[in-house]
């Protein structure tokens, strides 16, 4: 016969509770580690993009995006395969911030001209990434959104395939190349030039060129270096007035 065990008591093997117990006074509460967010695609390309609007490009490499999220490079390539696709997934992301307008016919060319204005500032909140967008093909899911949102409106006010097709590449490209330029002039200012002195400069440079050679030039000074703002706009009307053109013309 076994032996009657007591409520409460472990059984044979066990160990017994002591959970209502103090601790032991030579005893050393023991420290609990931090659970680590998981390592996820997501967050790779987030710390990605810190670094870019923190130091710049060329400051973004797998080995620094590992050290910020507190791994070792190999467990990014888990999820990303090289630099390369981590540079495509990070201009996909900030792409996701664009939005594209539904198309309206009667209003194609201010759906354009305001689509215009907010990619470049989107663009220029992480300025340097358009060195990688200039250099790639759009293939994520955010930038071929923002491709068939202006494919859409350009078919929808009339324009052909071919004139829709090259019209939003070459608006994309104009962005992207007014945005760049942006990136190198701060680039500079953190080296520590000094914008209107250095405009100032140029515009009194081109004030004292030889007349009789640079005639224009000379008199032209300070419409030649003009505000970067008024010059964006300028060529969004420019790229307007020649599809209002086509399009006239078409018809």
Same mark, same amino acid.
């Given at each position: ?5 007591? &409520? ?10 002591? @959970?209502? *117990? ?14 680590? =967010?998981? *390592? ?11 670094i870019?609007?923190?130091?710049g490009?060329?400051? +973004?490499?797998?080995?620094?995006? &590992? ?16 630099? $390369? ?10 792409? @996701?911030?664009? =939005?594209?307008?539904?198309? $309206? ?11 215009a ?31 068939e ?18 019209? +939003?590449?070459? *608006? ?19 080296? @520590?030039?000094? +914008?209107? =002195? ?6 009194d ?12 030039i000379?008199?032209? &000074? ?12 300028f ?6 007035? @020649? ?9």
């Open positions: 016969m076994e032996p009657t065990r007591q &409520a409460g008591a472990p059984a044979p093997g066990e160990q017994p509770d002591h @959970g209502d *117990l103090p601790a032991l006074p030579w005893q050393k509460p023991r420290r609990r580690r931090p659970v680590k =967010e998981p *390592l996820t695609r997501e967050r790779i390309v987030a710390a990605a993009i810190a870019l609007d923190r130091d490009l060329d400051a +973004v490499s797998t080995r620094r995006v &590992a050290e910020d999220l507190g791994t070792g490079s190999a467990s990014l390539y888990a999820h990303v395969a090289s630099r $390369d696709e981590l540079l495509e997934l990070m201009v996909d992301r900030i792409a @996701g911030e664009i =939005e594209v307008p539904e198309p $309206d016919p009667a209003r194609w060319q201010d759906q354009l001209r305001t689509y204005r907010h990619a470049q500032r989107v663009w220029s909140r992480h300025a340097d990434i358009t060195r990688a967008s200039l250099a790639s093909m759009p293939t994520g899911p955010n930038r071929l959104r923002v491709i949102g202006l494919l859409a409106i350009l078919r929808a006010a009339g324009f052909g395939d071919e004139v829709a097709g090259w019209a +939003v590449d070459r *608006l994309q490209l104009y962005i992207d190349a007014d945005v760049y330029e942006g990136a190198l002039y701060a680039a500079k200012i953190k080296q @520590g030039l000094q +914008v209107e =002195e250095y405009l100032d400069s140029i515009r440079y081109f004030r004292r060129l030889p007349a009789d050679r640079f005639p224009l000379a008199s032209m &000074a300070d419409t030649i270096v003009a505000d970067s703002d008024q010059r964006f706009e060529g969004v009307e420019l790229l307007l007035d @020649g599809l209002t053109a086509r399009l006239q013309a078409g018809r």
